[in-house]
């Protein structure tokens, strides 16, 4: 199912919702998690009706629980995954970077909800690449408006646009920023930049070899030059598979990669070291 679509049986979701008395601004707990909702958001919407978002990311079917688990989250947002990862992992260290000032905002005053989990998290607004970019301002995709939205939206997933004006950082230059020492995971969603990420990262992946989970959309990845070989090239170079959720389904090719990848959407991939 395409992005459009979902977004679609989302308003007719959200609409029928509001018709039968549910307030549009809520406090929710999920999975012991807090979150200032607002239905009329297409990520708030999925944590309310179904307790998650991307919830096999967060279960334990592919990350193990530790006390000392390391994470980066690229692409935050509200904090759908940071915030669950860290309840589900003691004294864990999560960075959570996000460049748009309207999903930062969001993700302060969830984590400002969850003060068990603030030591845990680490909040970096910044614009992630391969540490060669500069981005004075660019564009933005983070919000799914679901009500009547104003200003320029996508013209394929429909988010709303938001500028970004904020520091560049490389995935390498943010471990050595925050001086960490070991790294269990990276999760990467930022509409089409995640190849270039995943370049700016590539001596963290060497040395570490963290579990990562990218997402991935052929009409984003088309306008950069980009096919699913390039993630397939880069990845094998450092022995590692890439994965449907299941973590053993191998996605070698970019004809394999569009039986899963719908033609105008997207699907997150687990990149598993051998």
């Given at each position: 199912?395409?992005?459009?679509?979902?977004?679609?049986?989302?308003?007719?979701?959200?609409?029928?919702?509001?018709?039968?008395?549910?307030?549009?601004?809520?406090i929710i707990t999920r999975n012991g998690v807090r979150f200032d909702a607002d239905l009329a958001e297409g990520i708030d919407l999925s944590l309310f009706l179904f307790g998650s978002f991307q919830?096999?990311?967060?279960?334990?079917?592919?990350?193990?629980?530790?006390?000392?688990?390391?994470?980066?989250?690229?692409?935050?947002?509200?904090?759908?995954?940071?915030?669950?990862?860290?309840?589900?992992?003691?004294?864990?260290?999560?960075?959570?970077?996000?460049?748009?000032?309207?999903?930062?905002?969001?993700?302060?005053?969830?984590?400002?909800?969850?003060?068990?989990?603030?030591?845990?998290?680490?909040?970096?607004?910044?614009?992630?690449?391969?540490?060669?970019?500069?981005?004075?301002?660019?564009?933005?995709?983070?919000?799914?408006?679901?009500?009547?939205?104003?200003?320029?939206?996508?013209?394929?997933?429909?988010?709303?646009?938001?500028?970004?004006?904020?520091?560049?950082?490389?995935?390498?230059?943010?471990?050595?920023?925050?001086?960490?020492?070991?790294?269990?995971?990276?999760?990467?969603?930022?509409?089409?930049?995640?190849?270039?990420?995943?370049?700016?990262?590539?001596?963290?992946?060497?040395?570490?070899?963290?579990?990562?989970?990218?997402?991935?959309?052929?009409?984003?990845?088309?306008?950069?030059?980009?096919?699913?070989?390039?993630?397939?090239?880069?990845?094998?170079?450092?022995?590692?598979?890439?994965?449907?959720?299941?973590?053993?389904?191998?996605?070698?090719?970019?004809?394999?990669?569009?039986?899963?990848?719908?033609?105008?959407?997207?699907?997150?991939?687990?990149?598993?070291?051998?």
């Amino acid at each position: 199912m395409n992005t459009k679509t979902k977004i679609g049986i989302a308003k007719c979701i959200y609409r029928a919702l509001r018709l039968v008395g549910f307030s549009q601004h809520r406090i929710i707990t999920r999975n012991g998690v807090r979150f200032d909702a607002d239905l009329a958001e297409g990520i708030d919407l999925s944590l309310f009706l179904f307790g998650s978002f991307q919830k096999w990311v967060i279960d334990d079917s592919l990350l193990p629980r530790k006390s000392d688990f390391c994470a980066i989250d690229i692409g935050a947002n509200i904090g759908a995954i940071c915030l669950p990862l860290a309840a589900r992992n003691a004294d864990s260290r999560i960075i959570a970077v996000e460049p748009t000032d309207h999903a930062y905002q969001r993700l302060q005053r969830n984590l400002e909800l969850n003060p068990t989990l603030q030591p845990r998290i680490k909040t970096v607004q910044a614009f992630m690449g391969d540490g060669s970019q500069t981005v004075p301002s660019m564009i933005a995709y983070p919000s799914w408006r679901l009500d009547n939205p104003a200003g320029a939206q996508h013209e394929v997933h429909m988010g709303q646009a938001h500028e970004v004006s904020c520091p560049m950082l490389s995935i390498d230059s943010l471990v050595q920023q925050e001086g960490l020492n070991h790294l269990d995971f990276i999760k990467i969603d930022t509409d089409g930049h995640e190849l270039d990420i995943l370049k700016g990262g590539t001596q963290t992946i060497e040395r570490w070899r963290p579990i990562i989970v990218f997402e991935f959309c052929f009409y984003e990845n088309e306008k950069r030059g980009y096919s699913f070989t390039d993630f397939t090239a880069f990845f094998h170079a450092l022995n590692y598979d890439i994965c449907l959720s299941d973590k053993t389904t191998r996605i070698a090719d970019d004809a394999a990669a569009r039986r899963v990848v719908p033609p105008l959407g997207s699907y997150d991939f687990a990149a598993i070291p051998r």
